[in-house]
């Protein structure tokens, strides 16, 4: 922790959060933005976070940034006589730029740098556990609260050491799971005829080993919790372990650049949260157990939007499953999974639509992210071979039994 936000309780870190998140939408002045901007800054450096931190934070974002430069640069963002068209030639052909747009989307691209700066710096500026507790006395429900811990002292491994560490965003645990996953990328490897023979042993024992440890965990931590509650809790904690570890899981060499390939193994994982609890939101509490702890722990590239990257396809898959559960052709019950699996792609693309939103970028920024979003589509749709195999694993053993390591195994 810093020097300046050791005197900060973590719950004036989120509210103050939530306050940013409220202020970079409602009020959109370039003025305003560029002091919150610089606030941000300021507080970066008063924690001595780093430079290093800082430009990684941002670089992540450059993508976003010029579709959203190139989005208003040629287009008409004002009244007739408001827009200022500048020729640039090149020789060959000239194209007029919108100098207008351009400073626009300055302001915008600030209005999301602000928002993510302020979210990171939340998740670094934290001692260990701070932001758990925060949460709590916000009086979040008992089933997030607990499936949060349990999630990141699994994907940091501090329940293995002495517990230094534990739920520090982007300190040593990271970097200790990050060593891991170097360790296991080239052994971790899944191709598609793998996913449609469903050869997907590897997967299905990180299952069913994330589970035996949230089962563990849950009885170690919190013996008086229910039953019912406690099962379901490992489930959750199962399933957002899992997703968390995908990251060191190489999904069909040869292409690498699509975006959403992961969604192949991904997806199942939220209609298995949906499917094996009992809780009325099971999908739903473990797309946001998956997406807090991603915050929490410095991955993704949008701050706290990041959450409904995670979040909208868990609720999704809570109002899907019941409808396809009970199908038993086999063609059918493809289909149908392929279908949920694209919707639930669909809604995987929830935080860039979130985050366009925010910048206010004319339509055309949707026809430049037009083939990311079919990229996530697409391999939802083929998340299907596997949430089958996935879930037949899952129904061998009673509903009112938790999924163990006995009942999944190498397939």
Known sequence: MGAFSKHISGRLKLIYLAVILVAVIAYPDPWFLSALFAVQIALWALDRIGLR???RTVKRLSVLFSIILLSYAFVSVGASGEDSWWPLDFGFFEIDVNLTGVALALTMCGRIATLVLASAWVQRSGSPG????AMESFHVPQILAVSINATLELATGAEEGDGKGKGKGGGKGQRNQKGKQRGVRERLRVTFDDIRQARLGF???MIADALKRGEDFVARTAPGLDKTLARDVAVIVAVASVAMAMKAVQVMPGLPIAPGHKNVLIIPLFLLAAARTDARFGGL???????VVSVMMGFGKFGVL???HFAVPGLLAD???PFIAGVQKQLARFVLFAFAGALLGLGRFAANFLVILLAGAPDIAFVFYLPMLVSQVVFGALSCFVAIAVLALAAREPSNEPLGRDNIGEN
């Open 130 to 133: 701070e932001l758990l507790r």
């Open 306 to 308: 990041e959450i409904a």
């Open 53 to 55: 931190a800082l430009w």
């Open 203 to 205: 997967f299905t024992k």
């Open 285 to 291: 509490w473990a797309g946001l157990t998956i997406g």
């Open 319 to 321: 109002l899907i499953y």
